[in-house]
């Protein structure tokens, strides 16, 4: 659908579609303020249609895709390769490979400082640790405070 002939109407419908109220987009669409006559215009199918449209048009505008994310970097590693930054070049790739599914990016995710994780073996040394650690800091040399 065009932009609607009567001018008052289409800043009405770009208003709504804005995320304004019905009376607030009445009023910002130089009408005065009168909440049925903005209620019965927002329902009017036209105006129905023309914030559809418009709504549409911003979300295709604002869609990131896979391919659109692939052609920004084909366009960072294009000016990187111009430029000779070698590691800004190998970041591309490695991101372009990345979104492909190409390159999977592994991270781990545990708590190291998790004890409920340990196995019995890794407590026991961990423990032996921490009581070489407390012995040591005060001037001990044989055992330290912690139970065995």
């Known amino acids: 659908m065009p932009v609607l002939p009567n ?3 289409e800043f009405f419908a770009q208003h709504l ?12 669409a130089g009408y005065r303020e009168h909440r049925s006559n903005a209620a019965r215009l927002s329902a009017n199918e036209h105006i129905q249609s023309r914030v ?20 920004q970097l084909d366009e960072v ?3 990187a390769i111009e430029t000779k930054q070698v590691s800004g070049a190998v970041s591309a790739i490695k991101e372009k490979a990345v979104l492909l ?20 073996e890794e407590l026991n040394v961990e423990l032996a ?3 070489s650690t407390l012995g040591r800091g005060r ?3 044989k055992r330290s405070a912690l139970p065995h």
């Open 7 to 9: 001018q008052r109407h």
């Open 17 to 28: 579609a804005k995320g304004k109220s019905a009376d607030q987009a009445y009023q910002d």
């Open 52 to 71: 559809a449209e418009l709504l549409e048009r911003a979300a295709k505008k604002t869609e990131v895709t896979i391919e659109s994310l692939v052609a």
């Open 77 to 79: 590693l294009a000016l």
């Open 101 to 120: 599914g190409l390159r999977v990016e592994k991270s781990e995710r545990t708590n190291k400082n998790d004890v409920r994780q340990l196995t019995d």
């Open 129 to 131: 640790a921490i009581r």
């Open 139 to 141: 001037g001990e040399t």
